[in-house]
């Protein structure tokens, strides 16, 4: 089967700035993916590239059309949340779901009334009107009732409170992901969305420097947690990065065995949060 | 067809004044004519005036048509001239405004292309707002003749009603011809409105006028002529004085105490022809489409987020 995403060698500049430096990519269908990096770091910039929304050089291919040519086909098949409050302000709920039936064609108007019957939004009320929580969940509905083979979802849940974020990963993956579409998406709150994703991408300075499933994760990762007096031990195997904790000292490895860790203190599959720091900064250094 | 329906009921969702702005002028008419039907407000002819009922059994009754005429053009140019400055910053904001409230990246997640989009807006302000325009002339003309027309039977003569709905059409082909003018003649003007709406970052009524009088200034001292103001000048009216006749007048008078009115046939008044002959509006039309593709080019790369 292709794949959804197929990159090759892509980049883009902003003057002197490199925002991507020839990134190679394939996801596969049904998937959801994890896009994270620093700030800075090039996760908008390819996201853009993917849907058409910025010029890039290099190869690319998302459902085998290309997104600078063929954007308005692709939109029929991919759907994405850009941010937070992009839906117009001056829309009624009822207006917003009349103008998304008027204009895609794969959009059930029936899913999106069900989605919203779950909430306590109005059909009458302006959007201008609704919380930020409700304008989320509102366009969480939308998106949700369209049958696409690709959502992206760029900070998501940025600026919502813990409960609405709950929320929005729990409808995603409840009622949304059907293990043949594919998510991709980005967030800084990595504890929050690990336990739904299946890949992780680690993206730093435009680069990709990590590129696993969650499955692959625990034996190619492990993070050691020892006390003071092994550490000298430790170091000598080559960690990732270390740090220090109440009275242990805390390693990440990358392609150690947990025979040859066991002897030092205990193992654990790192979190995806200290993995990412100890990969970026790796990276970075 | 559905998703421009669609994309227009957007654009007029959003800009209540498309027809708001008509509808509130056609209703200050209504109520200048009940005014006048109820003697607060004296109609004048020449040096003298009268109650629309002391005029209406003056009037002779084969000049009522074109006295209805007269009536019902000032009110359909009063909304034309409404409507071409609601269009005006309509365009304007057509493009800025979804690129300043962010929700344009919501409108991009649609399938449908820019080209749809700015062809959407470009329909709704060159033919969704006039044809609100003239259902709104149709109202208020209706309403006019009907409270003139029943004030006059009152007063004893029913000649005004019945010359009512030939007039009204007559009035209503005339404003449809003034609009089909300006929407030809004004493309190249839309289409820069469109393509600065696209691509100003802030002030867009500036970036609209800057250039142009930037140019005229530049000519003016280094050149010490005026042709780029001439030709704005033009672009601005000339079109009006290319369709219209210039020799016929419409008017009211008054000779041996009867009240005559006469309006020029239509053969005379229009010129069509020679509007459609001109090369000053093939020309403009060629700048306009390459604003207009100017525009769609820059919604469609346009990265500013």
């Known amino acids: 089967m292709n794949p959804v995403i197929r990159a090759q060698g892509l980049a883009r500049r902003y003057g002197s700035t490199v925002a991507l430096d020839g990134v190679d990519l394939e996801i596969p269908a049904g998937r959801i993916v994890g896009l994270i990096g620093p700030n800075g770091a090039g996760k908008t910039t390819a996201l853009k590239a993917i849907l058409g929304l910025g010029p890039f050089e290099g190869q690319l291919e998302v459902l085998g059309l290309d997104p600078r040519r063929q954007r308005a086909e692709l939109m029929q098949q991919v759907s994405f949340i850009a941010d937070v409050a992009v839906l117009p302000r001056w829309l009624r709920v009822r ?9 895609h064609p794969h959009f059930s108007r029936e899913k999106a009334e069900a989605f919203l019957a779950q909430t306590e939004i109005k059909r009458d009320s302006k959007i201008s009107a609704l919380s930020k929580g409700m304008v989320t969940q509102l366009h969480l509905a939308l998106v949700m009732a369209i049958d696409a083979r690709l959502l992206v ?17 729990r409808a995603l993956l409840n009622d949304y992901f059907d293990g043949e579409r594919t998510i991709l998406l980005t967030t800084h709150q990595v504890e929050e969305i690990e336990h739904i994703l299946t890949d992780l991408l680690f993206i730093s300075h435009g680069r990709i420097v990590l590129n696993e499933s969650m499955d692959a994760l625990g034996e190619k990762f492990l993070e050691l947690a020892t006390r003071p007096d092994r550490a000298e031990e430790a170091r000598r195997l080559a960690p990732l990065s270390e740090r220090q904790g109440l009275g242990r000292h805390h390693f990440i490895f990358e392609d150690r065995t947990r025979d040859e860790l066991a ?20 990276a970075a250094s | 067809m559905k998703q421009m329906m669609t994309l227009v009921r957007r654009e007029l969702i959003e800009n209540r004044s498309g027809w708001a702005v008509p509808a509130a002028f056609g209703a200050l008419f209504v109520v200048a004519a009940l005014a006048a039907v109820f003697g607060l407000v004296r109609v004048g002819v020449m040096d003298q005036s009268m109650t629309l009922a002391e005029m209406g059994q003056e009037l002779d009754p084969s000049s009522i048509y074109p006295a209805l005429l007269v009536l019902f053009m000032p009110i359909a140019v009063v909304l034309v001239v409404a409507m071409t400055f609601v269009v005006f910053f309509y365009f304007l904001d057509a493009l800025y405004a979804e690129r300043k409230d962010r929700s344009i990246l919501f409108w991009k997640s649609l399938p449908v292309s820019d080209l749809q989009v700015v062809g959407s807006k470009y329909l709704t302000g060159v ?12 109202v208020t003309a209706f309403l006019v003749w009907l409270i003139g027309g029943l004030a006059l039977l009152w007063a004893g003569s029913g000649a ?9 059409a007559r009035a209503t082909a005339i404003m449809v011809y003034m609009l089909l003018v300006q929407v030809l003649w004004f493309v190249p ?3 820069w409105l469109l393509l600065v709406s696209a691509f100003a970052r802030r002030a867009v009524l500036g970036w609209v006028l800057a250039p142009p009088a930037l140019l005229i200034v530049a000519e003016k001292i280094l050149l010490g002529t005026r042709h780029f103001a001439d030709t704005i000048g033009h672009r601005l009216i000339g079109g009006f004085q290319l369709a219209f006749s210039n020799e016929q007048h419409a008017m009211i008078m008054e000779s041996d105490g009867a009240v005559m009115s006469s309006f020029p046939a239509l053969g005379e008044f229009l010129t069509p022809g020679r ?14 489409v390459v604003f207009l593709a100017g525009a769609v080019w820059l919604r469609r790369w346009r990265d500013e987020s």
């Open chain 1, 95 to 103: 207006q917003a779901l009349d103008i998304t039936a008027g204009l």
């Open chain 1, 153 to 169: 979802l760029d900070e998501p849940t940025l600026g919502l409170d813990i409960i609405y974020r709950k929320e929005f990963y």
């Open chain 1, 263 to 282: 002897p030092l203190g205990e193992i654990k599959v790192p979190g995806v949060a200290d993995l990412f720091v100890a990969k970026v900064r790796r």
């Open chain 2, 127 to 138: 033919a969704a707002i006039p044809a609100l325009t003239v259902g709104v002339f149709l």
């Open chain 2, 160 to 168: 005004a009603l019945q010359g009512g709905p030939a007039a009204l």
């Open chain 2, 189 to 191: 003007v839309h289409g």
């Open chain 2, 275 to 288: 509007f459609l002959a001109a090369p000053s509006l093939w020309a403009g039309i060629a700048v306009g």
